[in-house]
T-cell receptor
Framework: SQTIHQWPATLVQPVGSPLSLECTVE??????LYWYRQAAGRGLQLLFY??????ISSEVPQNLSASRPQDRQFILSSKKLLLSDSGFYLC???????????FGPGTRLLVL | GNSVTQMEGPVTLSEEAFLTINCTYT??????LFWYVQYPGEGLQLLLK?????DKGSNKGFEATYRKETTSFHLEKGSVQVSDSAVYFC?????????????FGPGTSLSVIP
């Protein structure tokens, strides 16, 4: 069966510090991968998606970037965090041809 | 463009009450429709889905029917439990977008009290 992991689960970082959040998927090959952000009390915003290694599409201009160095690994990064980067970050995957996205447990980021 | 609108709540119900969470959508083509649930502190889980008009998705006592004529996908449950307290997201995936994208509604927070 397929599983998706995210780490860390919780992170507190000062403004201006770098960020690296990791997402890995097991039990499938060449999944489509997604990063979402959920700000407090708000819905989900799609940040990035990837259809293959090294292929990243950005939904909105922002302070973040994403990379996919391996087939089942998706990384969300920032060089300098802003207060507005605080939120709940969710990674998701979907198999090509499937209707459904499956979500990881999320990383809660607090920027102080 | 494609969008999803749902009642934002919060919704507070007593145990065993009837639940309806309204969801309407705007989309080109023939989208697939989903309900996801997010329990406190967790990621999203797929609750149910429907891929074509008049399909009914169901799971864990929840139901939703894809109504193309009213562009709606309302979530219902006949008797809610305390364990149903969560945030519920309506979402669509349109097969005619130039790339794969799922669009989520803002979420509806549900609290069920004993």
């Amino acid at each position: 069966s397929q599983t998706i992991h995210q780490w860390p689960a919780t992170l507190v970082q000062p403004v201006g510090s770098p960020l690296s959040l990791e997402c890995t998927v097991e039990g499938t090959s060449n999944p489509n991968l997604y990063w979402y952000r959920q700000a407090a009390g708000r819905g989900l915003q799609l940040l990035f998606y990837s259809v293959g290694i090294g292929q990243i599409s950005s939904e909105v201009p922002q302070n973040l970037s994403a990379s996919r160095p391996q087939d089942r690994q998706f990384i969300l990064s920032s060089k300098k965090l802003l207060l507005s980067d605080s939120g709940f970050y969710l990674c998701a995957w979907r198999n090509t041809g499937s209707e459904t996205q499956y979500f990881g447990p999320g990383t809660r980021l607090l920027v102080l | 463009g494609n969008s999803v609108t749902q009642m934002e709540g919060p919704v507070t119900l007593s145990e065993e009450a009837f639940l309806t969470i309204n969801c309407t959508y705007t989309a080109t083509g023939y989208p697939s429709l989903f309900w996801y649930v997010q329990y406190p502190g967790e990621g999203l889980q797929l609750l149910l889905k429907a891929t074509k008009a008049d399909d009914k998705g169901s799971n864990k006592g929840f139901e939703a029917t894809y109504r193309k004529e009213t562009t709606s996908f309302h979530l219902e449950k006949g008797s809610v439990q305390v364990s149903d307290s969560a945030v519920y997201f309506c979402a669509l995936r349109s097969v005619k977008t130039s790339y794969d994208k799922v669009i989520f509604g803002p979420g509806t927070s549900l609290s069920v009290i004993p």
